[in-house]
Structure formats: structure tokens, C-alpha cells
């Protein structure tokens, strides 16, 4: 029978309906060729992207070859750091200018690898990377909030094959965030606990939606996946700043990051697939607002969330909010977790 299970993080429910009880094999189709003649992201090509804003490079002048990680300025921003915000009334709805930031991630210089292919050294440079973009973003007191997101495939939104991420800062917070943000300090406030350590420490407890468990790190399939083989990579130990990480923990991550990255290779065929850091928006007091952010460094809890675009949202996804999985979680972690990777 079918289960309608709540996620107490997004506020929503989903139904989980095991009849339609569907395996990795039923998801597989053959990747989507994106069109490319000339791919602006591989080495040699550094004069056709805008001028690099960092750059992981034993040596060398910058937006020049010999690089590792590359980060740019996306070419067709959605939004722009120059100019001012502007918040304004316009009859019954509010309108700002389009200020913000957003940058490319170059995770390669070679155009044949996923990030999946990537060494954990290499992923750890990546890591580098995010850390060093989001220290500096948040320097600006008119972005509230950082999203750091990777599309993966056409069916994932992606426009060019070369493995990229990306990072936009924005000057309000996101609903998502801002509905994850709300519970995490209520339930802190009625219980004096991490809602996600709590989660965190039932899923170790439990078993069943582990998919792979490292000295400081997990990967799991969450009790109420709105899509099918979605996974969450968190740190064990309670963490509220993904950018306070050090390099060690980079480090560590970067191996239980490829781990996940291989399993869905491997499991679901290179399956299209998004992916989003969350992490806690940028301290900055607000006036009249002393009590903004006060609880945020014990209530809530940096972690990845990985999508694979296996499924379509439909009208009844639209019409309601809830979502329909096809395969419960607990199958999910299964499949992967008994990958041989």
C-alpha cells in the first residue's frame, strides 16, 4: 500500500507509492548530446569566458592555462552586482532592481570528466573554490542569501557538457530556505536540539536509508523523498557554515561527495541530476532586527542535496504540493548502497 509521509524540513508531503514500485533500470535512457562546436570552458580557450574572478593554478598568470578549478563570471548573468536595490512598492506588489552576483565553477579543465571522474583531490580544490566564493559574496551587505547548485545533463538544465557549478547570491531569502530555516529554530527553541542532528542520528539508528556512513560524514536516502533515488550527504557532527570548513574537512567531504557522485553514475546510468549546497545565509544585523540570526549557529545544520531528473512534476504536483515517488527510499539507498564503487 501507498504511504503519505511528511517531511518536517520543506513542510510538505509526499506520497511514497510502492505499487508502482520502480527499479534504477526503469529510469535508464540515453543521455541528451549537448550541441557544442567550441567549448569556452577547456583549457586554451581561457580569452572566450569573461576574466576569471579565482583560479586554482600551481603557477601561471591569471586567465592563462595550467589551471585546476576556474571560477568566472557567468557570461548571461541572471542577476548583477552593480547598482543598487531599490525596494519599492508598485500597487499591491514589491520590485527591486535585479542586483546580485553569478558565478561559474570550472570544475575541470578537461572536458570529458564529470565531477563524478574527479580525484578526491581534485573535488577538494572544487571544494576550495566554494568556500573561498562564498567567504567573499558575503562580504556584501546586500546579499541575504548564497545558493551553490550543480545541473547535471540537459534534463537537468544544463547548457554545456564541461562540468561547471554555480553560485548566485540574492538580496532576500529564498522561500526554501527560508521555510528551512523557520522550523530549524523553532525546533530549537521548543527542544534545545538540531532538528537535522535529530534527524541525522535516527537515520544511523534506523539503518535502512544509509547509503554509505564515513567517520564524519553520511549520505542517505530521506524518509519522505519527493523523487525518486534523492540523496542527502550531511556532516555527523553538528556544523551551521558549510564556508567554515577547514581544508581537512574539505578534504574528508570531497571523498564522501565522490563516493555519492559515482553511485548515482554507476546505479541510474549517468543519469541528468541537480544538486544544492545549504547552507546558513550571511549573519549580517539587520536594523530593528536584533534577534535575527541569534539561534542560527546551533539550530541549524550545512548539507547537500542531490536530485536525479528521473521523474516530471505533473498537474497534480502543481495543483497540491505534494509529490508522487515511484520508489521508496528505502529501495533507493538499497540499490546504491550495495553498488560496487
Known amino acids: 500500500m501507498s504511504e503519505l509521509r511528511w517531511d518536517p524540513l520543506k513542510l510538505h508531503w509526499v506520497i511514497i507509492a510502492t505499487e508502482r514500485g520502480r527499479r534504477p533500470r526503469d529510469f535508464q535512457t540515453e543521455?541528451?548530446?549537448?550541441?557544442?562546436?567550441?567549448?569556452?570552458?577547456?583549457?586554451?580557450?581561457?580569452?572566450?569566458?569573461?576574466?576569471?574572478?579565482?583560479?586554482?593554478?600551481?603557477?601561471?598568470?591569471?586567465n592563462a592555462a595550467n589551471w585546476q578549478v576556474r571560477v568566472i563570471p557567468n557570461?548571461?548573468?541572471?542577476?548583477r552586482v552593480e547598482g543598487d536595490l531599490d525596494n519599492r512598492g508598485y500597487g499591491p506588489y514589491d520590485v527591486m532592481n535585479g542586483i546580485g552576483a553569478h558565478e561559474v565553477i570550472i570544475e575541470t579543465p578537461d572536458h570529458e570528466r564529470s565531477m563524478a571522474d574527479l580525484t578526491p583531490a581534485e573535488l577538494t580544490e572544487v571544494l576550495i573554490a566554494w568556500r573561498t566564493r562564498l567567504l567573499d559574496l558575503r562580504r556584501d551587505f546586500r546579499f541575504r542569501y548564497m545558493i551553490l547548485f550543480k545541473n547535471h545533463g540537459a534534463r537537468a538544465g544544463a547548457t554545456l557538457a564541461h562540468s561547471h557549478s554555480q553560485l548566485i547570491a540574492v538580496p532576500m531569502l529564498p522561500p526554501v530556505a527560508a521555510t528551512e530555516l523557520k522550523?530549524?529554530?523553532?525546533?530549537?527553541?521548543?527542544?534545545?536540539?538540531?532538528?537535522f542532528c535529530d534527524l541525522i542520528a535516527f537515520e544511523l539508528e534506523q539503518g535502512s536509508r544509509i547509503v554509505r556512513e564515513f567517520a564524519n560524514y553520511v549520505t542517505l536516502a530521506p524518509y519522505a523523498s519527493s523523487f525518486p533515488f534523492e540523496l542527502k550527504l550531511y556532516p555527523k557532527q553538528h556544523a551551521h557554515d558549510f564556508a567554515l570548513m577547514n581544508d581537512a574537512q574539505l578534504a574528508e567531504l570531497a571523498v564522501a561527495l565522490r563516493d555519492m557522485l559515482l553511485r548515482v553514475k554507476l546505479v541510474l546510468k549517468d543519469a541528468p541530476y541537480n544538486f544544492i549546497l545549504h547552507t546558513c545565509p550571511p549573519m549580517h544585523r539587520r536594523p530593528g532586527k536584533p534577534g535575527l540570526w541569534s539561534s542560527l549557529e546551533y539550530d541549524y545544520h550545512w548539507h547537500i542535496e542531490l536530485v536525479p531528473r528521473l521523474t516530471s512534476i505533473a498537474g497534480f504536483e502543481w495543483g497540491t504540493g505534494f509529490y508522487i515517488n515511484p520508489t521508496s527510499p528505502e529501495d533507493a539507498a538499497l540499490f546504491l548502497r550495495e553498488a560496487e564503487v
Open 75 to 79: 557570461k548571461y548573468p541572471a542577476l
Open 31 to 62: 543521455p541528451e548530446a549537448l550541441p557544442m562546436t567550441s567549448c569556452p570552458f577547456c583549457y586554451g580557450n581561457e580569452d572566450k569566458t569573461p576574466p576569471e574572478i579565482y583560479a586554482s593554478r600551481p603557477s601561471g598568470l591569471p
Open 183 to 195: 522550523v530549524c529554530r523553532k525546533h530549537y527553541a521548543d527542544k534545545e536540539r538540531c532538528l
